[in-house]
């Protein structure tokens, strides 16, 4: 038995009869989430660096944010990028990361060339995202762990087997895709914090679509890629850190897209600081906190979290995305968490400023929470008088789809994120016609409506 045929050949016999209804419903949350957060990030630095040193190639493929449409790998990888540029994208407990970033930008550049109706569209995220997710469930967490950033080294796999059934390969040519998106898979941990991390995202979105177009072309690779000796789960995780039998016991019971789900983000920072700010504004909401009043502000999240936004003073504004005390001094001085707390200078913001020195962040013990417990968290805050507030929760709000984010806050950011490039009536068109995906005919009805009117439009608008 060879995994990449494994997984190549229940990917590839996946069909949309097959989906519960509840794997579907999830799916056009995951895409209506996707575009919102991809127009939102078009305007990025990181998207938009990169779309300025890619060449500019034509082609049918649209460049989120724009009217312009290039070819399909330079579209994947730009929108991509501007897809995790926000850090605004869903999670996924399974992966250890983000699912959706890494598939859809290449579904959406793939569809763009091709007639793809809806449901063709959503059974290949589906197939794409339980292809990842499954391989994480035999690799994690000691592959992220160890400094690999799973949505990109596992997402390369997942966008490479959604483009393979998008584009009907059979099981044979989709392994070869995933042993060749093995040799194509990258992104370490310790370029969180910077544009590079996006780039992670897009450039595996980029090399998961190569991957397939590879294959159908009848590119060879060693579909042994991930056994072999020094293959991906040897090179990557290492003997005894990994088990293939977890990974294909579990395929579709249930699909991870219904259960753990999709994790809806309520803030465009790092996943890891959420469960925290969770806390810290219900505690701000209950008790007035007010800057002025407040001594001392102590968090713990689970050590692996605390690993990469344990960031006392950011210094730039995606430094503060990783800092959970920048993150919790923001939640006390506006009350909320916003994009704008995210951009230009706004992590020099004298308020915050003032208020980082008071807050201090720790990994939490098992006296705390469980071990296996690794995404709660325990505020504690100290009033200048001495009084204490304290406030604890076993995980994020929207982090499961147990405890979803309501639909409310679900289209409010949508809404939010559609607003920074399109007409806000343009929102609630998207928003429609996602609803009604598994009954559209041709998924370039759904990115026409992605292209921003005229500059005189919208100033009339």
Same mark, same amino acid.
């Given at each position: 038995?060879?995994?990449?045929?494994?997984?190549?050949?229940?990917?590839?016999?996946?069909?949309?009869?097959?989906?519960?209804?509840?794997?579907?419903?999830?799916?056009?949350?995951?895409?209506?989430?996707?575009?919102?957060?991809?127009?939102?990030?078009?305007?990025?630095?990181?998207?938009?660096?990169?779309?300025?040193?890619?060449?500019?190639?034509?082609?049918?493929?649209? =460049?989120?944010?724009?009217?312009?449409?290039? /070819?399909? #790998?330079? &579209? *994947? $990888?730009?929108?991509?990028?501007?897809?995790? !540029?926000?850090?605004?994208?869903?999670?996924?407990?399974?992966?250890?990361?983000?699912?959706?970033?890494?598939?859809?930008?290449?579904?959406?550049?793939?569809?763009?060339?091709?007639?793809?109706?809806?449901?063709?569209?959503?059974?290949?995220?589906?197939?794409?995202?339980?292809?990842?997710?499954?391989?994480?469930?035999?690799?994690?967490?000691?592959?992220?762990?160890?400094?690999?950033?799973?949505?990109?080294?596992?997402?390369?796999?997942?966008?490479?087997?959604?483009?393979?059934?998008?584009?009907?390969?059979?099981?044979?040519?989709?392994?070869?895709?995933?042993?060749?998106?093995?040799?194509?898979?990258?992104?370490?941990?310790?370029?969180?914090?910077?544009?590079?991390?996006? =780039?992670?995202?897009?450039?595996?979105?980029? /090399?998961? #679509?190569? &991957? *397939? $177009?590879?294959?159908?072309?009848?590119?060879? !690779?060693?579909?042994?890629?991930?056994?072999?000796?020094?293959?991906?789960?040897?090179?990557?995780?290492?003997?005894?850190?990994?088990?293939?039998?977890?990974?294909?016991?579990?395929?579709?019971?249930?699909?991870?897209?219904?259960?753990?789900?999709?994790?809806?983000?309520?803030?465009?920072?790092?996943?890891?600081?959420?469960?925290?700010?969770?806390?810290?504004?219900?505690?701000?909401?209950?008790?007035?906190?007010?800057?002025?009043?407040?001594?001392?502000?102590?968090?713990?999240?689970?050590?692996?979290?605390?690993?990469?936004?344990?960031?006392?003073?950011?210094?730039?504004?995606?430094?503060?995305?990783?800092?959970?005390?920048?993150?919790?001094?923001?939640?006390?001085?506006?009350?909320?968490?916003?994009?704008?707390?995210?951009?230009?200078?706004?992590?020099?913001?004298?308020?915050?400023?003032?208020?980082?020195?008071?807050?201090?962040?720790?990994?939490?013990?098992?006296?705390?929470?469980?071990?296996?417990?690794?995404?709660?968290?325990?505020?504690?805050?100290?009033?200048?008088?001495?009084?204490?507030?304290?406030?604890?929760?076993?995980?994020?709000?929207?982090?499961?789809?147990?405890?979803?984010?309501?639909?409310?806050?679900?289209?409010?950011?949508?809404?939010?994120?559609?607003?920074?490039?399109?007409?806000?009536?343009?929102?609630?068109?998207?928003?429609?016609?996602?609803?009604?995906?598994?009954?559209?005919?041709?998924?370039?009805?759904?990115?026409?409506?992605?292209?921003?009117?005229?500059?005189?439009?919208?100033?009339?608008?």
């Amino acid at each position: 038995m060879q995994l990449a045929h494994e997984l190549a050949r229940r990917s590839a016999a996946l069909r949309f009869e097959d989906l519960p209804a509840d794997a579907v419903h999830w799916a056009k949350v995951g895409i209506l989430d996707t575009i919102g957060v991809t127009l939102a990030g078009s305007g990025e630095p990181a998207a938009r660096i990169v779309g300025r040193v890619v060449p500019p190639h034509g082609g049918s493929s649209l =460049l989120f944010g724009s009217a312009d449409r290039i /070819n399909a #790998l330079d &579209a *994947a $990888l730009i929108n991509g990028t501007a897809a995790h !540029a926000l850090d605004f994208d869903d999670c996924n407990n399974t992966l250890g990361g983000h699912p959706s970033a890494p598939i859809l930008p290449a579904l959406f550049a793939l569809a763009d060339e091709r007639p793809v109706d809806g449901r063709a569209f959503i059974v290949a995220y589906v197939a794409g995202f339980e292809t990842e997710c499954k391989l994480a469930l035999g690799v994690n967490f000691h592959h992220y762990s160890k400094g690999w950033h799973a949505t990109a080294t596992l997402g390369v796999h997942g966008a490479a087997a959604a483009a393979c059934h998008l584009l009907r390969l059979d099981a044979r040519r989709t392994a070869t895709a995933l042993a060749i998106a093995s040799s194509l898979a990258s992104g370490i941990k310790a370029n969180f914090g910077t544009m590079t991390k996006p =780039l992670h995202v897009g450039h595996c979105a980029r /090399n998961g #679509l190569f &991957a *397939a $177009l590879l294959a159908a072309e009848g590119f060879s !690779a060693n579909t042994d890629a991930f056994e072999h000796r020094q293959g991906f789960l040897e090179a990557f995780n290492g003997a005894g850190t990994y088990d293939v039998a977890r990974m294909l016991g579990h395929w579709g019971a249930p699909f991870d897209i219904v259960e753990p789900g999709i994790a809806i983000k309520q803030y465009p920072c790092c996943g890891s600081t959420h469960p925290a700010l969770d806390v810290m504004l219900d505690l701000v909401r209950r008790h007035d906190l007010q800057p002025g009043e407040v001594a001392r502000i102590e968090a713990w999240t689970h050590a692996q979290r605390l690993e990469h936004t344990d960031r006392p003073d950011p210094q730039s504004a995606l430094e503060a995305k990783f800092s959970v005390q920048y993150c919790l001094a923001r939640a006390l001085t506006d009350r909320a968490i916003r994009i704008e707390n995210f951009e230009g200078e706004a992590f020099r913001d004298p308020a915050v400023r003032a208020v980082l020195p008071r807050v201090h962040a720790a990994a939490y013990t098992t006296a705390q929470f469980p071990a296996d417990n690794h995404l709660g968290a325990e505020v504690k805050v100290t009033s200048v008088d001495g009084k204490v507030v304290l406030g604890t929760i076993d995980q994020a709000l929207g982090r499961t789809s147990a405890n979803p984010l309501p639909a409310e806050r679900l289209r409010e950011k949508f809404d939010n994120c559609v607003a920074r490039v399109l007409p806000r009536s343009h929102a609630t068109r998207l928003a429609d016609m996602i609803q009604r995906l598994d009954g559209l005919a041709d998924m370039r009805g759904l990115t026409a409506l992605l292209v921003p009117p005229p500059v005189s439009q919208r100033a009339s608008a």
